[in-house]
């Protein structure tokens, strides 16, 4: 069974920095499409980032616009954990952030369509103010 648990959510004042992990059980990294979702209060759920290991492209991770440049996905085969590095975090980064994973084939269009996904973690809170 799949099993993802998210951790490092804090809170931290604008322009400050912080990295979650995804710790992985069940499957190893490179079965998987793995990416980074959040959910804001009152507002829908969006993609943030996403590694596709069917895609050995130089588009990969893929990220979300409001992201690109200021946060950085990676994953440690070894130790089964994804991370997520944000800097210069804004209050608009104010969320609960999951990891949430597939076995499936996902189309690149689909990527960061969270409906795409069966598994994922309980979350974890960032919360960005002064």
């Known amino acids: 069974q799949l099993q993802l648990v998210e951790s490092g959510g804090e809170t931290v004042q604008p322009g400050g920095s912080l990295r979650l992990s995804c710790q992985v059980s069940?499957?190893?990294?490179?079965?998987?499409?793995i990416g980074w979702f959040r959910q804001a209060p009152g507002k829908e759920r969006e993609g943030v980032s996403v590694?596709?290991?069917?895609?050995?492209?130089?588009?990969?991770?893929y990220y979300a616009d409001p992201v690109k440049g200021r946060f950085t996905m990676s994953k440690d085969n070894a130790k089964k954990t994804v991370y997520l590095q944000m800097n210069s975090l804004t209050p608009e980064d104010t969320a609960v952030y999951y990891c949430?994973?597939?076995?499936?084939?996902?189309?690149?269009?689909?990527?960061?369509?969270?409906?795409?996904?069966?598994?994922w973690g309980q979350g974890t809170q960032v919360i960005v103010s002064s």
């Open positions: 949430a994973a597939d076995l499936r084939l996902i189309g690149t269009s689909r990527l960061l369509n969270g409906d795409e996904y069966d598994y």
């Open positions: 069940g499957f190893g990294l490179d079965t998987l499409i």
């Open positions: 590694i596709n290991i069917f895609d050995r492209s130089a588009g990969n991770p």
